[in-house]
């Protein structure tokens, strides 16, 4: 499924959780094996792993180092540290709903195996989480043939933060299009935000996509308005870390900047969301728990210290875009209305 232009952040090797440090990129492509529930809560939290459908996935991973070893002797037993273990991988990072997706799916698979042995739920634990994995690829690959049809060849497309290959199994999201028109011999001219603090559209988007050969360009945030008031771009296609049920939507910090320059400028905003970044439990935009980062993210971010010492910091690491700013929300069953996204899971 994967292309080889594509770099695998997650994968399940040799009984080990083996993640891409996506810290380290694009400098260093260093492979980190984990074993315990500790080092991928730790791994999540140091974003090592990040973008919200690749948290879900190695958290359910997660949830299985978790759970290997479990020494219960009765489902009521396995019922409570399986809980215990997605409480503790839960707390890691609270915007990406996709990571409590994951969990709350495993967690669906064991009650409904509840009458088989506590080996066979362990097993149930692994098959779930690796069922998610493949099954996000499919889910990107289809993402990526919706929104084609709202693209055409030769287009330019800006982009913010990393909803690529590296966010996900496969493709990305947002980017699924990208890879997608590269195979059919389309020339898009993707812009890649940078996206401060820690450059996910730098480090992550603009070296993905170059190394899949596709026509990018990086710029700094501050440069979308002026890229856009040149005609250099025709649409914006980011992800999302959560999409609520009126269709706002969460995502990288800077993404609801983007969103009112786009209307500004006339050009349609589209969200790619998968399903499970999809969350009807969450009635609108302020009901999404924001993470705030350390203040080191922006005083030292660049490798060294760009800010006074002591500096005040205020670090969100999402914003939420209001629904009236976006065109389509694209998900695996069809193209949505910000505010028809409760039809998405019909
Ligand atoms: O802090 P990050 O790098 O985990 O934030 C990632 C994003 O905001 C992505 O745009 C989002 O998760 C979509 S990934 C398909």
Redesign the pocket.
Known sequence: MTTSTQLAPVKWENDALVLLDQTRLPVETIYLNLTTSEQVWGSIRR?EV????A?GMAAAYGLYLGIRGSEASNYDEFWQELNQQADYLGSSRPT?VNLFWALDRIKARVEKESGVSIAELKAAVLDEALAIQKEDAEVCRTIGEHLLTLLHDGMGILTH???GAL??AAY???TAPFYLAKERGWNLKVYADETRPVL?GARLTAFELQQAGIDVTLICDNMAAMVMSQGKVEAVI????RVAANGDVA??IGTYGVAVLAKAHGIPFYVAAPLSSVDLETPTGADIPIEERPAEEITHGLGKQVAPDDIKVYNP??DVTPAKYITAIVTETGIFKPEEIGNSKK
């Open positions: 974003l990040r973008g919200a459908p948290i990406a933060c990393n909803p966010a996900t990305g999201t947002a996910q980011v992800g999302t870390d995502n990288k690491a999402f």
